[in-house]
T-cell receptor
């Protein structure tokens, strides 16, 4: 079983809609959770981190964490064509330097 | 601040050749990482260095060696390249603390023929 699982997509949403990206993880001791955005041919860029159960909002982005369900999600409100990218979920198990990444969900925002 | 830099950007090797990928960061981070990214496989950790003078294996270390030259620099060496090592390689760094986040370099695209 993979440490971190994401639907590969592609996920398509119209401009202005809410995009919902989901991620599950297998290790219950995981402590910190991250969402990265990766444009085609570019490196991953950190957009959100979340450490406690509940919601964390940053501009148009909201990360949601449910440790009991081992589930983390990212909502993008008022989606823009510039949000079209692959979104990577990453988990740190609290054992220092071991980060585990999902395979990413490809998002396309249609103008 | 340049952040994390990697050289070269692109490299073509023949099977059996060796090469070293260079990485440097100017953020005074303690931890550095090497990942490879393959289609459908996501990012996989090759090696990491928690601090200067230490290195540890990640998920896919076979065929690679690393050197943490100093706090700024962390190199990845392929001693005898194989086609299976064709990939995009990313270096990253992070600050050690209770909650770590990583910052990635621009990547090196490696093609092994």
């Amino acid at each position: 079983q993979k440490e971190v699982e994401q639907n590969s997509g592609p996920l398509s949403v119209p401009e202005g809609a809410i995009a919902s990206l989901n991620c599950t993880y297998s290790d219950r001791v995981s402590q910190s959770f991250f969402w990265y955005r990766q444009y085609s041919g570019k490196s991953p860029e950190l957009i959100m981190s979340i450490y406690s159960n509940g919601d964390k909002e940053d501009g148009r982005f909201t990360a949601q964490l449910n440790k009991a369900s081992q589930y983390v999600s990212l909502l993008i409100r008022d989606s823009q064509p510039s949000d079209s990218a692959t979104y990577l979920c990453a988990v740190n198990n609290g054992n220092g330097n071991q980060f585990y990444f999902g395979t990413g969900t490809s998002l396309t925002v249609i103008p | 601040n340049a952040g994390v830099t990697q050289t070269p950007k692109f490299q073509v090797l023949k099977t059996g050749q060796s090469m070293t990928l260079q990485c440097a960061q100017d953020m005074n981070h303690n931890s550095m990482y090497w990942y490879r990214q393959d289609p459908g496989m996501g990012l996989r950790l090759i090696y990491y260095s928690a601090s200067e003078g230490t290195t540890d294996k990640g998920e896919v270390p076979n065929g690679y060696n690393v050197s943490r030259l100093n706090k700024r620099e962390f190199s990845l060496r392929l001693e005898s390249a194989a086609p299976s090592q064709t990939s995009v390689y990313f270096c990253a760094s992070s600050e050690w603390g209770e909650w770590e986040t990583q910052y990635f370099g621009p990547g090196t695209r490696l093609l092994v023929l």
